[in-house]
């Protein structure tokens, strides 16, 4: 009984490759362990090559806020350094100065002569000159003073209203004379239409007075002040 032959005997190009490379051209084979030449079959299953990171950059925001901050601050300094500073007085400008006269009234004060009448709210007011009196051997500066109410309801009047001023600009509260006589101004209040008058002195110190000044105290009109 004879074997029969294999199809691939003598035929050594033919026999099967169970896990070896197919034949290269020219019926090479690659040798035993070693990769197929380059170029010649994909290699699978290789990772990806991924780019490294990017350098983060750094961050320069607060460098830059502050460097913002420290410039606001010296502008600042630098600008309200010298605000405070003030132009110093020329002697020329003291010296052209004119010097207030003493009794003169303040601005916005009503300015009249002694004798004539002037209107503070619903009151028509006068005072005379001022006249040294005698009493008990005390002599005081006295001023006669006339309000008549042209309003409709009652005014208020009162010698502590009044002020005397010196050559020398001492200003002194006026009060009722030594003698509290008839010729004293009391206080009260005056009706309509009405007209009352009265005498007010000052002090014994205040005996050389050349102004005369209604200022009440409660009152929102301007003062008026009596001189010659």
Known sequence: MTTPQSPYQGHPQQQPYYGQYPPQQGGQYPPQGYPPPQGQYPQYNQAPQIPPPAPKKKRTGLKVTLGILVAIVVIAIATGGGG??????????????????????ASGDQSVKFG???????????????????????????????????????????PFDWKFTTPAGVEASASIPFNAGAKALNSGQLAPGGTTSGMICGDQQTTDVNAVKYAPSFSFSDPITWTN
């Open 116 to 158: 004539q009448e002037a209107t503070s709210g619903d009151l028509a007011i006068s005072a005379s000159a001022p006249e040294q009196v005698t009493e008990f051997g005390m002599t005081q500066a006295c001023s006669t003073v006339t309000y008549k109410n042209n309003g409709s309801s009652p005014a208020s009047f009162n």
């Open 84 to 105: 405070d500073e003030q132009a110093p007085a020329t002697a020329s400008g003291d010296a052209n100065a004119a010097p207030a006269a003493a009794g003169a009234p």
